[in-house]
């Protein structure tokens, strides 16, 4: 019995070291203590060690897979069919924002569509420069999210209120040009920015925004088709608004309403927004491979002469 025990307490004696190094090398939480815990918790922690071939082991334990996510992201390679019906289905189930999804494009974020509208008044010689006196922007659900009135640098000759709807009024609460357009570029920075004859817009502003992320409802032969209208004619916004929206818009003679046009222009890009996005993504040019992905830079063909330097080359000869 005596031998017996001495026997014990060595193999346990060797179990607590083992233990402890596993626990030394992160292999063991250290929080899971001996004799403080419960029978289950005890066999849990001795599951971990195998005898393979009398050397402790950590034991290779099933782990659960985790529950798949759904990403409302698609791969480089998806066609132009499978991105219209993504889209669609994300339009279906809400704004596309939901916490805990990542998208990487935007074409998925709603929230990440602005429709913009600049109303311009005559500054310079006979008032032949046209310089920003208001500004207008509203997101995917065309709710306002900026509208105010701006004051040139230059002093107006001409308000064109026939159809800016600027008058004198409206400059006695104007902000500064610099100040407005900080505002302004701000909201738009990494958005899908639409807009009607928008390149005015952008001008207006002394702003260039990338090419890929305006969409400019003046320049889309399809809502020209859908509207039964020529697909090359440059149609105005209140033609568009009247044959597609059946909507009457810039009409009176107190000019125009920047913010109406801004929603308008969102109205016309949602219409047809699943039919133009598929024709924008079959016009990209093909994705270049990702540097992880790409099996030119294998790490096992690093050792092919054509990887290696000339000037090692050289020395090595």
Known sequence: PQGRSKKKSRKHQRFMERRALL??????????????????????????????GGTA???CR????????????????????????????????GNGSSKGVRTSSP???????????????????QGRLSELARCSVVNYEGDVIYDKYVQPELPIVDYRTRWS?????????????????????????????VGHAIHNDFQALKYFHPKDRTRDTSRIPVLNQRAGLPI???????????????????????GHSSVEDAQTAMELYRLVEVQWETELARSLPPRPPSPVTDPTTDSSQYMDDRYWPKDLM???L
Request: aromatic share 2%; glycine share 6%; with cysteine.
């Open 232 to 254: 090359g004619a440059s149609v105005s916004l209140k033609s568009l608004a009247r044959h597609l929206l059946q909507k009457k818009i810039q009409v009176g003679c107190k």
């Open 165 to 193: 709807g600027i008058t004198k009024q409206h400059m006695k609460n104007a902000i500064p040009f610099k100040t407005a357009q900080a505002e302004i570029l701000k909201i738009l920075k990494d958005k899908v920015v």
């Open 57 to 59: 082991a950590p034991c």
């Open 23 to 52: 626990e030394q090398k992160g292999l063991l939480s250290p929080r899971q203590r001996l004799g403080s815990q419960t029978p289950m918790v005890e066999l849990e922690t001795r599951s971990t060690l195998t005898k393979a």
């Open 314 to 316: 050289a020395s090595s």
């Open 62 to 93: 099933k782990v659960p897979k985790p529950k798949q996510v759904v990403s409302s992201s698609l791969p480089p390679s998806a066609s132009p069919d499978s991105i219209a019906r993504h889209h669609s289905m994300l339009l279906s189930q």
């Open 107 to 125: 074409l998925l974020r709603p929230g990440k569509y602005v429709a913009i509208d600049c109303e311009m008044v005559g500054t310079g010689p």
